[in-house]
């Protein structure tokens, strides 16, 4: 991809919840092991299956490999856009743009879905039940782990932005990983298949992702700034257990049961795990749970019948502050 100094100078960066609906369900849908997600697939893939997602809409346009199409990945227009953005962003995609994806798809998969085929005939009435099937997923899979996984996502644009800071653009384009290499005036990157001129300004769209895989991922529509997705910095610590002691400062500030409620969620979990986890009542639980989430240190994420609570990027705020 060949920039001009315009285009250097919009480069930016962006935290995007569709980069990671995408990877992760062609993860999940794969069935096997992973190095890194092991843990959370195990976790997640049960929930997939008893929701039916497994067989949906995103089953026929993520496929086990190559090309997902382009309208699932709308562009980011502010540094960090909520999923409802992104969801609007797919239900506005114009029809000629959604059927000229799935064209492309067929080619390379050699043909389409009864679903996808829905869509192709009727994109305009179809792409609203693609929209909240992906918000259904979101809810098992993403939404439950999300502060985790955004605190991840953050730390990679921080620790980037202070690398162009101090050492320039060059750096930060040749440092997103080891198969992508600013040259002059060049971005090379791998597996696409021809060179791309972008010398209207449109600039350069970098997304770190904790799913994206071992590669990073493009998205290249001529009327939209490119988009590089690529894995983010410390992703491979992201499922680590953290210690589940509370500390004895936020046990005096909060009480005991509360503390340690919060504690425990290192990972996010029902009234009746943590009940049996912690010796409390689930009466007890649930009257904890919510004055922990009307103080924002908690969030509840429905997952068929049951209801499954995390701890917010201000709980772990706490707790690593209280930690001696």
Partial sequence: MVFS??????????????????PS???????????????????????????????GWLAELVPPSGYVPDFLN???????PDLAEELAGIAAARAEDVRGDLERLRREQGGLG?????????????????????????????????????????????????QAAGQGAARVLNDLHASVRWDEDTLRVPRRPAELSRRAGRGLLLIPSVFTGPGPFTRIIPVDPPQ??????????????RSAAAPGALTAVLGRSRAMLLAELDGPASTTELAGRTGLSPAGV???LTALRGAGLVSAHRVGRSVLYARTSVADCLLAAARP
């Fill in 74 to 80: 709308p562009t980011p227009h502010r540094p960090a």
């Fill in 228 to 241: 590089l997705a690529y894995p983010a910095r410390g992703f491979g610590s992201l499922w680590e257990p």
């Fill in 25 to 55: 369900f062609r993860l999940l849908a794969s069935g096997g092991a992973h190095a890194v997600h092991g843990a959370w697939a195990g976790r997640v893939r049960p929930r997939l299956v008893a929701a039916g997602l497994e067989r």
């Fill in 114 to 162: 009864p679903r996808a085929r829905a869509l192709y005939a009727r994109p305009r009435e179809r792409l609203a039940e693609v929209a909240e099937e992906i918000g259904r997923y979101w809810q098992v899979a993403l939404a439950p782990y999300w502060a985790r996984i955004r605190a991840v996502l953050d730390a990679d644009v921080t620790h980037r932005a202070r």
């Fill in 5 to 22: 100094a315009g285009d250097l100078a919009q480069m930016r960066f962006a935290v995007s919840p569709m980069w990671e609906v995408g």
């Fill in 286 to 288: 649930s009257q904890n």
